[in-house]
């Protein structure tokens, strides 16, 4: 995936807000968090960089599903535990959420080493013989998904705009 992380993120934080309205997170900081997530396990390309590129950069552990699975699984404890329903676990839960929905897009446009480090590191896996589109296809659909959940408003405006001077003419 290229540039399809950081919609993703804001499609997941934007749809999932309410489930965690008694949480009393704020929506600024919920969407930040998801959407930072979405991109944090590419962080890893600076690590490649500083290392000369010996290795892809998903070989590292912020590409390992596992690694994302076990935050969930922490965060989903946190905020079932937390009683006074404190924003940070809301918060930790939807980055850690993004970061495995990462795995799940790299697979599809790559490949992930779902099982690392218990895996063969040299067997990744990849969805993408299995897609008969081109993957851009995916990304394209993504970003003007998010697009519309941002500007739904106004993108519903300018429809019906577009629908009632289209009456003028007729
Ligand atoms: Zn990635």
């Given at each position: 995936m290229h540039y399809a992380h950081l919609p993703t993120g804001y499609i997941t934080s934007k749809i999932l807000f309410k489930k965690f309205e008694k949480t009393s997170v704020a929506y600024n900081a919920f969407i930040s968090w998801g959407m930072f997530g979405s991109i944090a396990?590419?962080?890893?390309f600076v690590y490649s960089f500083i290392d000369q590129n010996?290795?892809?950069?998903?070989?590292?552990?912020?590409?390992?599903p596992l690694f994302w699975l076990s935050l969930i699984l922490i965060s989903s404890l946190w905020l079932r535990l937390d009683r006074h329903h404190r924003p940070n676990a809301a918060l930790a839960f939807i980055f850690s959420l993004n970061g495995f929905i990462h795995m799940l897009l790299d697979t599809i446009a790559g490949y992930v080493i779902?099982?690392?480090?218990?895996?063969?590191?040299n067997k990744p896996v990849t969805w993408a013989h299995y897609?008969?589109?081109?993957t851009g296809f995916l990304e394209l659909f993504i970003f003007l998904w998010a697009l519309y959940l941002w500007k739904e408003n106004q993108i519903l405006e300018i429809f019906s705009r577009l629908g009632s001077s289209l009456d003028l003419i007729e």
């Open positions: 396990p590419d962080l890893d010996h290795y892809h950069h998903h070989d590292y552990f912020t590409h390992f779902w099982f690392a480090p218990f895996a063969d590191m897609i008969p589109w081109d």
